[in-house]
């Protein structure tokens, strides 16, 4: 480990909100050569479902350090602040690596025009993100000005807009909805949430606000971690949309005994969001996909979202729905 820093310096940075992969890397140079050669592995093997696998992981590796890390307050352990700080850096700098793969899927390794730059800041964006949900057909005309559709979704997903939400696609989503309660997870701008309560369903929405600073969150959305959020509120219906990469609130989602339904759009290559292993290991419930006219209102196109719709059933493989 580098000596030259203290081990305030360390504990700081370990138990930092949002540290930076730049700093832990001279904190733990030694440790970071490591996880830099696992990186490059990855990398030469170009399996993107690889990398998935191995940031969920991690991210369960980082949930079970988290408490001991925070513990390095009272009673220093310079072999466990290596630990975690190598664990840390791993997490990261996957995170940042599935980030440059989704920006790779969606063809955006040139920059798009002025024209469609203000296409999307003047008329996408705000269409997008209108507090009344707009027909589909408007939002198709609207992308149609667009020359470089791929750098678009880029654009509005750096925004922290994963999911242009037209009107049909809420009344569809209302309709099976009903009267239940429902919790929206990593609700971000507070979009979806929004145009669902204004369509009469009754909905909460939270996020743990790590964007915030970067994406403006929603006024009505709660600063709240899906865990702590599934505790409280005890839903019976969950939402979200694109969760990140290797998540680890998913798993608790399927595991809430009031959970009837868990609907979730993500996108169709696996390291670019979702908890696919907890998907594999959600045993009592029934996945459908979205297909059809439902599956193609899911805009932007070009993000390449599907829908996935899990429903609780009872031992005889019946619908746990009253």
């Given at each position: 480990?580098?000596?030259?820093?203290?081990?305030?310096?360390?504990?700081?940075?370990?138990?930092?909100?949002?540290?930076?992969?730049?700093?832990?890397?001279k904190l733990f140079p030694e440790a970071w050569?490591?996880?830099?050669?696992?990186?490059?592995?990855?990398?030469?093997?170009?399996?993107?479902?690889?990398?998935?696998?191995?940031?969920?992981?991690?991210?369960?590796?980082?949930?079970?350090?988290?408490?001991?890390?925070?513990?390095?307050?009272?009673?220093?352990?310079?072999?466990?602040?290596?630990?975690?700080?190598?664990?840390?850096?791993?997490?990261?700098?996957?995170?940042?690596?599935?980030?440059?793969?989704?920006?790779?899927?969606l063809k955006t390794a040139g920059l798009s025009?002025?024209?469609?730059?203000?296409?999307?800041?003047?008329?996408?964006?705000?269409?997008?993100?209108?507090?009344?949900?707009?027909?589909?057909?408007?939002?198709?005309?609207?992308?149609?000005?667009?020359?470089?559709?791929?750098?678009?979704?880029?654009?509005?997903?750096?925004?922290?807009?994963?999911?242009?939400?037209?009107?049909?696609?809420?009344?569809?989503?209302?309709?099976?909805?009903?009267?239940?309660?429902?919790?929206?997870?990593?609700?971000?701008?507070?979009?979806?949430?929004?145009?669902?309560?204004?369509?009469?369903?009754?909905?909460?929405?939270?996020?743990?606000?790590?964007?915030?600073?970067?994406?403006?969150?929603?006024?009505?959305?709660?600063?709240?971690?899906?865990?702590?959020?599934?505790?409280?509120?005890?839903?019976?219906?969950?939402?979200?949309?694109?969760?990140?990469?290797?998540?680890?609130?998913?798993?608790?989602?399927?595991?809430?005994?009031?959970?009837?339904?868990?609907?979730?759009?993500?996108?169709?290559?696996?390291?670019?969001?979702?908890?696919?292993?907890?998907?594999?290991?959600?045993?009592?419930?029934?996945?459908?996909?979205?297909?059809?006219?439902?599956?193609?209102?899911?805009?932007?196109?070009?993000?390449?979202?599907?829908?996935?719709?899990?429903?609780?059933?009872?031992?005889?493989?019946?619908?746990?729905?009253?």
């Open positions: 480990m580098n000596t030259v820093a203290s081990a305030a310096e360390i504990v700081a940075a370990l138990c930092s909100d949002r540290p930076s992969l730049a700093e832990l890397r050569q490591i996880v830099y050669a696992e990186l490059s592995a990855l990398a030469r093997q170009q399996d993107p479902a690889r990398v998935a696998e191995d940031l969920t992981l991690v991210h369960q590796e980082w949930l079970t350090l988290q408490p001991d890390c925070h513990a390095l307050r009272e009673k220093y352990s310079q072999v466990l602040a290596e630990k975690c700080g190598q664990c840390l850096m791993r997490k990261i700098a996957l995170e940042q690596y599935c980030r440059a793969l989704q920006q790779q899927t025009g002025l024209r469609d730059r203000l296409l999307v800041r003047l008329l996408i964006l705000p269409l997008a993100t209108a507090r009344q949900a707009l027909p589909f057909r408007l939002h198709r005309m609207a992308w149609r000005l667009l020359r470089n559709p791929g750098a678009a979704a880029a654009m509005l997903m750096q925004a922290g807009c994963y999911l242009i939400a037209p009107a049909e696609l809420i009344e569809s989503l209302r309709t099976r909805i009903g009267s239940r309660q429902v919790l929206e997870i990593g609700a971000g701008r507070g979009t979806l949430a929004l145009l669902l309560g204004r369509a009469g369903v009754d909905v909460t929405a939270v996020d743990d606000f790590s964007w915030a600073g970067t994406v403006p969150m929603g006024k009505e959305v709660l600063q709240m971690e899906g865990r702590e959020a599934l505790a409280r509120f005890k839903p019976q219906v969950v939402i979200c949309c694109w969760p990140p990469p290797g998540n680890t609130f998913e798993q608790e989602i399927f595991l809430t005994p009031e959970v009837q339904e868990y609907i979730v759009i993500i996108s169709r290559h696996r390291h670019a969001s979702g908890n696919h292993q907890a998907y594999a290991r959600a045993k009592g419930f029934r996945c459908i996909q979205a297909t059809g006219l439902l599956a193609g209102l899911l805009l932007p196109s070009e993000a390449e979202s599907v829908l996935y719709i899990f429903t609780r059933v009872d031992q005889k493989g019946q619908s746990g729905l009253p």
